[in-house]
Nanobody, 119 residues
Framework: QVPLVESGGGLVQAGGSLRLSCTAS????????MGWFRQPPGKERAIGAG????????YYADSVKGRFTNSRDNTKNTVYLQMNSLKPEDTAVYYC????????????WGQGTQVTVSS
């Protein structure tokens, strides 16, 4: 498993935008892609978006569909999460991770990046 480094979080007002980046030093054997998981205060971590390494559709949770865009640069093993029309309920620590089938994450988590949306 390879370490991941997230960046780009911060404080933004509702309706604003942020762009997160995540770079992996390599690909974990058997993974299907890389995704963004988020953990709101007092809640469990859950996937928000996932993009396959090659081909296929990008997954978006219903709560972010239409507002977030997940993209990748395979040459850099980097994924991006463009977050628009942010809402206070998007406040969470955001983590990227590679995932296996059924969007199951590996056990290798980065430190995450805090996103805070004020109302």
């Amino acid at each position: 498993q390879v370490p991941l480094v997230e960046s780009g979080g911060g404080l933004v007002q509702a309706g604003g935008s942020l762009r997160l980046s995540c770079t992996a030093s390599g690909r974990t054997f058997g993974t299907y892609g890389m995704g963004w998981f988020r953990q709101p205060p007092g809640k469990e971590r859950a996937i928000g978006a996932g993009i396959p390494w090659s081909g296929g559709s990008t997954y978006y949770a219903d709560s972010v569909k239409g507002r977030f865009t997940n993209s990748r640069d395979n040459t850099k093993n980097t994924v991006y999460l463009q977050m628009n029309s942010l809402k206070p309920e998007d406040t969470a620590v955001y983590y990227c991770n590679q995932y296996y089938r059924r969007l199951s994450p590996t056990s290798c988590w980065g430190q995450g990046t805090q996103v805070t949306v004020s109302s």
